[in-house]
């Protein structure tokens, strides 16, 4: 198995960048990004759709992929779980071993206890579903067996730097730092499963807090009164979206190692752009306001920090309105001789400057004046989802280089 992240100079654990993947194109943008690690969820108690589920053949080619690049694997065991669960826990924990598994993600403490007791190669960590927000909690999840604390999205930075004074030097935080907030606390709601029968806590939400809501009086069925916030909004129970790219030393000061993005039903150009920000603010190749320019780029609620230096702002007007400044175009499978073969994902239409979104290449625009198929006849608006493309350019594009379009130059 791997081993934790070491600086050998001084002994002390790096800074772990740590991405979501929902997908095998995900999971390879973001390690082409710069991840340093990536959790994503199994057959088994991953808290997600179906859809977002890795095989355990998948799991396999995704730890060969990571581990070929000294990176972490991680897959999520953390949904609350039943009897016939726990007991399915020790030949899926093993399994998961096998596959090249470095750690599960777990909340359940049945779930943890099962697998340190099964399974004790495989490293655990606890799910911010557990809710930990203090050192005493912390310790007993480290007695029971766990290597690291994902810590409840609820905590501020003083009080992550007081737990971290109190657990033991080995054992590992982890925070968020991006994507996506539940309103119930640590995630933990019923609202879906009172609403449609589907529980957020079994990975079946519905997202129902992030619909429009209105009022109906009891003796008038068939009238509704909406409620409005501001701007015509009615989004009452939708959180906004959490950023801490302004926050990244604070975070690291006060005690955590693994910095967490959000975001497995994410696509990877979400990823990509994402992990692309957080990796080139911490290796200082990049401003906090320019990367804040960048995380506008994808699909997002509103942008907060959180609870991070206290209390949210009681201001929810247009938090479940999602905005963006630019659209995914096409991703890049390869580039010979001057011409990118890119497989279209977005409509764009020939001359649109595309963006090149890349770890090496930086504010890089692909003039789309030489658009072809894969016959060689020339195509003047590309508006066939997963088309292959022929684009000339003389840019040095690669294998997973991403291209996007600004919104508001998008041709109609």
Known sequence: MSKAFVNPDNHKPQTELLAPAGSMEALQAGLRFGADAVYLGGPLLQLRAKSAGFTFDEIADAAK???????????????????????????????????????????????????????PRLELHVSTQASCTNYASAKTWYELGAKRIVLAREMTVDEIRKLKRNIPDDLELEAFVHGAMCMAY?????????????????????????????????????????????????????????????????????????????????????????????????????????????????????????????????????????????????????????????????????????????????????SADDITDEDGASVEVANKVKQILRIRTDLPLAPGDLLRLRIAEQHI
């Open 186 to 366: 640590s995630g933990r709601c019923l609202l879906s499963s009172a609403i449609l029968g589907r529980s957020g806590n079994r990975g079946d939400c519905a997202q129902p807090c992030r619909w429009k809501y209105a009022l109906v009086e009891e003796t008038r069925p068939n009238q509704s009164f909406p409620i409005i916030e501001e701007g015509n909004t009615s989004y009452v129970l939708s959180s906004r979206d959490l950023c801490c790219i302004g926050l990244l030393d604070e975070l690291i000061d006060a005690g955590v190692t693994s910095l967490k993005i959000e975001g497995r039903m994410k696509t990877e150009y979400y990823v990509a752009v994402v992990v692309n920000a957080y990796r080139r603010v911490l290796d200082g190749t990049m401003t906090v306001e320019e990367a804040r320019r960048e995380l506008d780029s994808v699909s997002h609620r509103p942008y907060t920090t959180g609870f991070y230096h206290g209390e949210l702002p009681q201001d929810h007007s247009n938090a479940g309105v999602y905005t963006q400044t630019h659209r995914f175009a096409g991703a890049v499978l390869a580039c010979e001789n001057g011409i990118a073969t890119v497989e279209q994902r977005n409509r764009f239409v020939k001359g649109d400057a595309l963006e090149v979104v890349s770890p090496v290449l930086h504010n890089a625009v692909l």
């Open 65 to 119: 992929l990571v581990h070929a690049q000294g990176k972490r694997l991680f897959v999520t065991v953390n949904a609350l779980a039943f009897n016939d669960e726990i007991e399915k826990l020790p030949a899926y924990g093993n399994r998961l071993l096998d596959c090249g598994v470095d750690a599960a993600i777990v909340s359940d403490l049945g779930v943890l206890t099962t697998l340190h007791r099964e399974c």
